[in-house]
């Protein structure tokens, strides 16, 4: 069964920029794996920001981008904000499977 | 709105089983699907199937195949997750999620989560 990979980790200051990428044992990941976001605060059900790559949702901040990058799905954050601390997990579609999460990245504002 | 309210914590023993329920409202719940994610305690994400309540299709993940039954009740409009055998690492929040009839994509609208915990 695929694997897919998440930082374990990320730190961005107050403002500033930062990537979270989700990769996928089997190979590039594309627009045929429909990469999901989901955002999770302590305590709380995830919620999902960005769905098939790129779409946001109505309650999706501006400053979140979905794309693919370097073989990978990306999730970028621009113009971080202190409520942007939180768990972020990719989820990527295959054929057998069907839905598999990554393992999580801890997104620390600082 | 669209709303998943999620049936309360749940103490097994193991070898029992678990039956958690997702009710929906604000939505035509026949014309949608249901998602079931857990998360163990400090853990990730892990998908354990979906349905169709518009013709009860199913699909579910390999890990929990043979032990898990996601079944429907379009005249309630609730989902319900029975888990069987259940053993230690079975112990984690519960959530459904909204998904489209024909497919598990969508996870539009999530639950507020169950605890099972599984405990001799």
């Known amino acids: 069964q695929a694997v897919v990979t998440q930082e374990p980790s990320l730190t961005v200051s107050p403002g500033g920029t930062v990537t979270l990428t989700c990769g996928s044992s089997?190979?590039?990941?594309?627009?045929?794996?429909?990469p999901y976001w989901f955002q999770q605060k302590p305590g709380q059900a995830p919620r999902t920001l960005i769905y098939d790559t790129n779409t946001k949702h109505s309650w999706t901040p501006a400053r979140f981008s979905g794309s693919l990058l370097g073989g990978k799905a990306a999730l970028t954050l621009s113009g971080a904000q202190p409520e942007d601390e939180a768990e972020y997990y990719c989820l990527l579609s295959y054929s057998g499977a069907p839905v598999l999460f990554g393992g999580g990245t801890k997104l620390t504002v600082l | 709105q669209v709303q998943l309210v999620q049936s309360g914590a749940e103490v097994k023993k193991p070898g029992a089983s678990v039956k958690v329920s997702c009710k929906a409202s604000?939505?035509?719940?026949?014309?949608?699907?249901i998602n079931w994610v857990r998360q163990a305690p400090g853990q990730g994400l892990e998908w354990l199937g979906w349905?169709?309540?518009?013709?009860?299709?199913?699909k579910y993940a390999q890990k929990v195949q043979g032990r898990v039954t996601l079944t429907t009740d379009t005249s309630t409009g609730t989902a319900s997750m029975e888990l069987r055998s259940l053993r230690s690492d079975d112990s984690a929040v519960y959530y459904c999620?909204?998904?489209?009839?024909?497919?598990?994509?969508?996870?539009?609208?999530w639950g507020q989560g169950t605890l099972v915990t599984v405990s001799s």
């Open positions: 349905i169709s309540a518009k013709n009860g299709n199913t």
């Open positions: 604000g939505y035509t719940f026949s014309n949608y699907g």
């Open positions: 999620a909204r998904a489209f009839s024909s497919s598990w994509y969508l996870f539009d609208s």
């Open positions: 089997t190979g590039a990941v594309t627009s045929g794996h429909y």
